[in-house]
């Protein structure tokens, strides 16, 4: 698979709040750097409480999943995207899928957690064919059948947010957590199951929201092969607007899925459809890539995607909690296995 940026605008305009957060909520349901999540509890449908991949706009949450604080005392770096000089602030691209795993890969290739190989399989192993369909905004035949596929996605940021250094050995934990990391028996794999169960396996270490629009292409073998050994010789770069709008046609493609909005915004996904249309022969179609070079278009879509779901995450293992060496050891042996337990029984 390959991934190509051709088009990033970046207009930064930083504003930097140093804070220190020393809150000791029970369980809250914030997107917060530092604070920890049990990946296990929603394995598999981690949608249902991020708002990652949306089909619908009818609630406005952008994180849902249950929160602890772990941690004193964190230096957490929060930056808001502005955009002063009125271009568009995020990043085009578009990735190159041989088949539908590849295809998950790509969607969340910006979602990282520790530990994990696969981590968009934390977010896709519970979907069917037809809810999948509907995120990805193509007809289920498509995904049922042996295809490939090329996903083009414009991100709009908004905010982003990390911790400031990574969490040093001697980082001050909250007193009823360490309580229970004493609890914790090198050799005993029940105890760590109910650390993670009460505390959780993985912290926020940083995170980026805003939105995007995405839109699936679907290609059979031998013409999608065609695409890749163009693009193998000179890269996307090379390919003129002609090439783009040849290969990315319903004449080349075997579908072109609708143009969709992260966070499911419908006022969005009409201006899409409205805006996006193009006309070559007999044929009218969508095509995300009409914005290829349109700075108007790319203009009004610099403040239609607002801050409504999440971009990217990068969630770290909680075994930096365990001070003691054995510990942290039979808490990562115990994290891989179950990990290892997931992945083989969801798929
Ligand atoms: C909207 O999507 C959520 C899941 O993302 C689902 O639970 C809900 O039923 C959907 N609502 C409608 C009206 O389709
Ligand atoms: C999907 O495609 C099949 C045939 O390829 C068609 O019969 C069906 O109506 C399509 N479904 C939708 C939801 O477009
Ligand atoms: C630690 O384990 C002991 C013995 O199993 C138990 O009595 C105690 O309540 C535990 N402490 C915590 C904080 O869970
Ligand atoms: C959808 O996006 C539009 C344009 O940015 C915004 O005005 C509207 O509030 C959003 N709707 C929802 C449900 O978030």
Same mark, same amino acid.
């Given at each position: ?23 000791? @909520? ?6 917060? !750097? ?9 394995? *598999? ?11 619908? =706009? ?14 004193? @005392? ?7 995207? +502005? +955009? ?18 590849? #295809?998950?890969? %790509? ?18 192993? @519970?979907?069917? %064919?037809?809810?999948? %369909? ?7 035949? &498509?995904?049922? @059948? ?36 004493? +609890? $914790? ?6 105890? !760590? ?29 031998? +013409? ?12 996307? #770069? ?20 609708? $143009?969709?909005?992260?966070? *499911? ?6 201006? %899409? ?7 070559? &022969? ?18 009004? #879509? =610099?403040? #239609? ?14 075994? !930096? ?27």
């Amino acid at each position: 698979m390959r991934k190509e940026r051709w088009l990033g605008i970046f207009a930064l305009a930083f504003i930097i709040t140093i804070t220190t957060k020393e809150c000791f @909520g029970q369980s809250e349901s914030l997107l917060r !750097v530092g604070k920890s999540i049990n990946v296990f509890i929603r394995y *598999g449908y981690l949608s249902i409480s991020m708002k990652v991949i949306s089909y619908n =706009d009818t609630e406005r949450w952008i994180f849902k999943e249950p929160t602890r604080n772990i941690f004193q @005392g964190l230096s957490v770096l929060e930056t808001a995207e +502005n +955009n002063p000089k009125g271009g568009f602030m995020g990043d085009f691209h578009m990735e190159f899928c041989d088949n539908k795993q590849q #295809l998950f890969q %790509a969607y969340f290739r910006e979602f990282q957690i520790e530990d994990m190989a696969s981590p968009w399989k934390a977010f896709t192993d @519970g979907w069917h %064919a037809e809810i999948t %369909a509907k995120k990805l905004g193509i007809n289920s035949s &498509y995904i049922i @059948g042996d295809y490939s596929y090329v996903l083009v996605r414009v991100s709009r940021f908004r905010e982003r947010a990390r911790l400031q250094r990574p969490i040093p050995p001697n980082q001050l934990i909250d007193p009823s957590v360490a309580a229970k990391i004493n +609890n $914790v028996t090198d050799g005993d794999t029940v105890s !760590v199951l109910e650390f993670m169960k009460k505390f959780g396996t993985h912290y926020i270490n940083s995170y980026v929201t805003g939105n995007s629009l995405y839109q699936v292409f679907v290609f059979n073998k031998r +013409n999608y092969g065609h695409i890749k050994e163009r693009l193998k010789s000179r890269g996307v #770069l090379s390919l003129s607007k002609s090439d783009l709008y040849n290969f990315f046609a319903p004449w080349f493609a075997e579908h072109l899925g609708s $143009v969709r909005c992260s966070s *499911g915004n419908s006022t969005v996904e009409r201006w %899409a459809q409205r805006k996006l249309k193009l006309s070559y &022969y007999l044929f009218t179609y969508n095509s995300l890539l009409k914005l290829h070079g349109s700075s108007s278009l790319l203009k009004a #879509l =610099d403040e #239609l995607l607002g801050n409504e779901a999440i971009l990217q995450l990068e969630l770290k293992s909680l075994k !930096v909690a365990f001070k003691d060496p054995d510990k942290r050891k039979w808490y990562e042996i115990v994290l891989d296995n179950t990990i290892k337990l997931w992945e083989v029984n969801m798929s």
